[in-house]
């Protein structure tokens, strides 16, 4: 059968750099992009793009018929920081996108589903290092509550309806690309561009607040081996467990001043303090890595140059 995929949110952080990953790997007519709204030009140029609400059940089924799609990746989503503004609307968003999805695998009009989860699932109560794969959750936000209920729903229709869905837990992700969407860990990307542009930055969080971290290319070749992997060898259905590198900001204010020595870090901690203190400081992974193969390929240093060398002169 001739691959024909449908991104829901490619014009987001992470959608974008998915779209163009699929696009060179499979074609571009066969990557079909999707959003609310349009995104950056190079992006509209590079293959078919619809206007779509994911939330529109009737609007995704007539798309899905239209392009005969069989794979979905569904990455539209209200992220931690703006949901906790606005949480009816981020309930409303992340949950029933999921729930057209699922529905339409259910029914045989899609084979296989990409939905991403996030270390949000976890609470102050779960282990903070080295969090295994199955632990207290308690989700203590918005988005966190809305990604742990839709673990328990991709679990649900795997095991009752035979739904191919499949799913990693997404820690802070770092691109030079594409900015980040209003999440908790959105400062591990906008420090690279003070640096270079003001050689200062104020944190939202504080100094030695360590969380996960993954560099986008890792999140993305991620996402594309566990879409490629047989699926008797996914053993987990609700979401894997995904890890790279853990960094405080201090650490990574330390790292940039390796490359620009006269940077300086301030701090002044918000709300999204409270959010980070619920989440774990590093993750085990290691169901992923036993299932699929799962390895990280960039650390902080490795990651720091390539933000420096990409967004500099």
């Not at 979905?72 to 999805?101: G, H, I, Q």
């Not at 045989?108 to 199955?134: M, R």
């Amino acid at each position: 059968m001739k691959k024909s995929i449908l991104i829901l949110g490619a014009c987001g952080q992470i959608g974008t750099e998915l779209t163009y990953a699929l696009r060179e790997k499979y074609g571009s007519d066969t990557v079909i992009a999707s959003d609310i709204r349009e995104g950056k030009e190079d992006l509209m140029n590079s293959g078919p793009f619809e206007l779509l609400d994911a939330t529109d059940f009737n609007a995704l089924e007539e798309l899905i018929a239209y392009y005969e799609i069989n794979e979905v990746y569904l990455m539209a989503a209200m992220l931690s920081a703006t949901a906790e503004k606005f949480p009816m609307r981020a309930w409303n968003l992340n949950m029933n996108s999921l729930f057209n999805v699922l529905v339409l695998a259910k029914e045989k009009k899609i084979d296989k589903i990409f939905w991403p989860s996030s270390i949000a699932v976890f609470g102050p109560n779960t282990p903070k290092n080295s969090t295994p794969q199955n632990t207290i959750m308690e989700p203590s936000t918005v988005y966190g509550i809305s990604k742990q209920s839709g673990e328990r729903w991709c679990n649900y229709y795997h095991t009752k309806f035979g739904v191919d869905v499949r799913s990693v837990r997404y820690p802070g992700l770092i691109s030079w690309k594409t900015m980040p969407g209003g999440g908790t860990t959105d400062y591990a990307v906008e420090i690279y561009h003070k640096a270079l542009s003001e050689k200062s930055y104020t944190c939202f969080l504080k100094e030695d607040t360590r969380l996960p971290m993954m560099f986008m290319d890792d999140a993305i070749r991620a996402t594309l081996l566990l879409m490629e992997s047989d699926s008797a060898a996914i053993k987990v259905r609700s979401s894997y467990n995904l890890a790279a590198m853990s960094f405080s900001p201090n650490e990574i204010a330390t790292s940039i001043k390796n490359h620009i020595p006269d940077f300086e870090i301030f701090y002044k901690p918000d709300f999204r303090q409270d959010i980070a203190d619920s989440w774990p400081n590093s993750i085990d992974d290691k169901e992923a890595r036993r299932d699929w193969g799962w390895e990280a390929e960039f650390n902080l240093e490795r990651t720091t140059e390539k933000m420096l060398s990409n967004l500099g002169p």
